[in-house]
């Protein structure tokens, strides 16, 4: 008879994701690992957690996270206790489980002490894994533990993080952060029969996370700029999917003629790091009638932007083209950009 290969006790995970983005990191994981029921952790607005049973692969898998971690408790009121050989033989085990690891780092509150160096030499001989304080590639985050005495061990469950995507191949100025794309196509609908359409593709990040999201009847991506449909590409190339890209001015009355689109999503520049903000607002404008015109009756456009007053000017001004139905606010690197979802009249 097959033995099982699951393990025998469910792990404690914890996922960070970007700030504002609890509810659409928490339904992937709820589509992707269907017995689990994620939760808030008390206190943070970057993180949720559950217990789950099942191979890290899995959890790996998911796109709107920016790591994932395995998380071990232990009732030590230091962190150099946890050089203890019950202690130590938890972490080896949970450190052996993510592959290809050859070195660690600890990432600590002094993690330069001596305590956390002693602690790091015994961590070492128990993985066999070196001790690279810069750039290991195994991440080992300690903690004090969330609403309990105790320390926390988080080991991170990929080398890199989640939301480094191999992908992507060509850098392009203003590309957005992918788990903020894989988000926002997810906050549209993902149907195999939808016409995609992506305004001001860039280097395609949009393009790429909505074809890996799930099969769509066509995909067009739109940029004026050659660089950024030379990246976009190179990027789709990568990701192995296919989108039609076209050479053209959003504002142009005749752009992609006749052809309609159930869905679109538009990351116009935000007049911060592309763009300027008093060219913006002739270029909301013609993206909300663009889109409206290719757009099929009932169709729905996100639009991520910065531009937070600009777009909200724009989308009254817009009212019988376009009814709002929801802005997701998100937190990036000092960045507080929004995601406003709409639909077609
Ligand atoms: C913020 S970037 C998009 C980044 C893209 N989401 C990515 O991840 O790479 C904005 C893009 O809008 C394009 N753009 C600006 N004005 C345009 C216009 N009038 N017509 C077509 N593309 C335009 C720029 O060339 C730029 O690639």
Same mark, same amino acid.
């Given at each position: 008879?097959?033995?099982?290969?699951?393990?025998?006790?469910?792990?404690?995970?914890?996922?960070?994701?970007?700030?504002?983005?609890?509810?659409?990191?928490?339904?992937?994981?709820?589509?992707?690992?269907?017995?689990?029921?994620?939760?808030?952790?008390?206190?943070?607005?970057?993180?949720?957690?559950?217990?789950?049973?099942?191979?890290?692969?899995?959890?790996?898998?998911?796109?709107?996270?920016?790591?994932?971690?395995?998380?071990?408790?232990?009732?030590?009121?230091?962190?150099?206790?946890?050089?203890?050989?019950?202690?130590?033989?938890?972490?080896?085990?949970?450190?052996?489980?993510?592959?290809?690891?050859?070195?660690?780092?600890?990432?600590?509150?002094?993690?330069?002490?001596?305590?956390?160096?002693? /602690? =790091?030499? &015994?961590?070492? +001989? #128990?993985?066999?894994?070196?001790?690279?304080?810069?750039?290991? $590639? !195994?991440?080992?985050?300690?903690?004090?533990?969330?609403?309990?005495?105790?320390?926390?061990?988080?080991?991170?469950?990929?080398?890199?993080?989640?939301?480094?995507?191999?992908?992507?191949?060509?850098?392009y100025?203003?590309?957005?952060?992918?788990?903020?794309?894989?988000?926002?196509?997810?906050?549209?609908?993902?149907?195999?029969?939808?016409?995609?359409?992506?305004?001001?593709s860039g280097s395609?990040?949009?393009?790429?996370?909505?074809?890996?999201?799930?099969?769509?009847?066509?995909?067009?991506?739109?940029d004026?700029s050659p660089r950024a449909n030379a990246a976009c590409?190179?990027? /789709? =190339?990568? &990701?192995?999917? +296919? #989108?039609?890209?076209?050479?053209?001015?959003?504002?142009?009355? $005749? !752009?992609?003629?006749?052809?309609?689109?159930?869905?679109?999503?538009?990351?116009?520049?935000?007049?911060?790091?592309?763009?300027?903000?008093?060219?913006?607002?002739?270029?909301?404008?013609?993206?909300?009638?663009?889109?409206?015109?290719?757009?099929?009756?009932?169709?729905?456009?996100?639009?991520?932007?910065?531009?937070?007053?600009?777009?909200?000017?724009?989308?009254?001004?817009?009212?019988?083209?376009?009814?709002?139905?929801?802005?997701?606010?998100?937190?990036?690197?000092?960045?507080?950009?929004?995601?406003?979802?709409?639909?077609?009249?």
């Amino acid at each position: 008879m097959a033995l099982s290969r699951r393990p025998a006790r469910p792990r404690a995970v914890e996922v960070v994701f970007l700030p504002g983005l609890y509810r659409s990191t928490a339904d992937e994981v709820r589509a992707l690992l269907p017995r689990v029921r994620p939760e808030p952790v008390p206190g943070r607005e970057d993180a949720l957690r559950f217990h789950y049973t099942g191979p890290l692969a899995r959890l790996n898998a998911l796109r709107t996270a920016v790591a994932a971690f395995t998380v071990l408790t232990f009732g030590v009121a230091r962190p150099a206790q946890l050089g203890h050989p019950d202690h130590l033989r938890r972490i080896r085990a949970a450190a052996t489980e993510v592959d290809g690891a050859r070195s660690f780092r600890i990432e600590a509150a002094g993690s330069g002490s001596p305590a956390i160096r002693r /602690l =790091a030499d &015994a961590i070492g +001989a #128990a993985t066999g894994l070196a001790h690279r304080p810069g750039d290991g $590639d !195994l991440v080992l985050r300690l903690r004090p533990s969330v609403g309990a005495d105790g320390w926390d061990v988080l080991v991170r469950t990929s080398l890199r993080p989640l939301s480094a995507r191999a992908w992507r191949q060509a850098d392009y100025p203003g590309a957005v952060n992918a788990t903020i794309a894989a988000a926002m196509v997810r906050m549209l609908p993902l149907r195999p029969e939808d016409r995609f359409l992506n305004l001001m593709s860039g280097s395609g990040t949009l393009l790429v996370e909505r074809l890996l999201a799930g099969r769509a009847r066509s995909a067009v991506g739109v940029d004026w700029s050659p660089r950024a449909n030379a990246a976009c590409r190179t990027n /789709l =190339a990568a &990701a192995g999917v +296919a #989108a039609e890209l076209v050479e053209a001015d959003v504002a142009s009355p $005749d !752009l992609l003629g006749g052809r309609r689109f159930e869905v679109v999503a538009a990351d116009p520049p935000w007049g911060t790091r592309t763009g300027s903000h008093g060219a913006n607002a002739d270029l909301y404008a013609a993206m909300l009638r663009t889109a409206h015109r290719l757009a099929v009756p009932g169709g729905v456009l996100a639009v991520l932007t910065h531009e937070v007053r600009l777009m909200e000017r724009t989308v009254r001004a817009h009212r019988g083209l376009w009814e709002p139905r929801a802005v997701h606010r998100v937190f990036q690197k000092g960045h507080h950009p929004r995601i406003h979802v709409l639909q077609r009249w």
